[in-house]
């Protein structure tokens, strides 16, 4: 079985800034409560599940959390191993990074990188979920239906598919 790294940091993310919500706090106020010092940049893209968090850090929000962090690994687990996935969106990244639309830059440029990265032979197609969508929607400063809209104006990109 592989583990989709991507998938995994993305609900852990949403599983951090839940229970931040669930508490009324703003981000500010989940850092102040933090043991060590992080921006409030990298407590975001923690939330966003667009930068790995190390396990050191994960039990100090936690702890500001009150909430063990077994508990809440435990939940992500579920989460990516036995509930279906929600939507997804199939998307060639070649096809991505070879668009000109002024709009999509932020989306050539992740696809380009993401190319970059590729292993040798590895498959070009990328799957995003909702949350991912919406982010990346907000990038381009569309709607996620504008996006969607767009996306599937490309020639190689196939239509959502839930898996």
């Known amino acids: 079985m592989e583990i989709d790294t991507a998938a995994y940091q993305r609900v852990l993310g949403d599983e951090l800034r839940t229970l931040r919500k669930q508490r009324g706090w703003t981000r500010k106020e989940l ?12 407590l975001a893209t923690y939330e966003l599940g667009t930068r790995q968090c190390s396990v050191i850090r994960l039990v100090e929000i936690c702890h500001a959390l009150n909430v063990p962090a077994h508990e809440v690994l435990q939940r992500v687990h579920e989460k990516v191993f036995t509930d279906p996935p929600p939507g997804h969106i199939r998307l060639d990244l070649t096809a991505i990074a070879a668009d000109d639309h002024g709009e999509l830059l932020p989306l050539r440029r992740w696809a380009r990188d993401r190319l970059d990265q590729l292993p040798l032979g590895a498959s070009h197609d990328v799957h995003l979920d909702l949350s991912a969508l919406e982010y990346m929607a907000q990038l381009c400063q569309l709607t996620p239906v504008e996006l969607i809209h767009k996306l599937r104006g490309l020639d190689r990109m196939t239509s959502p598919k839930a898996r």
């Open 31 to 42: 850092n102040r409560r933090l043991q060590s010092g992080i921006s409030l940049q990298t």
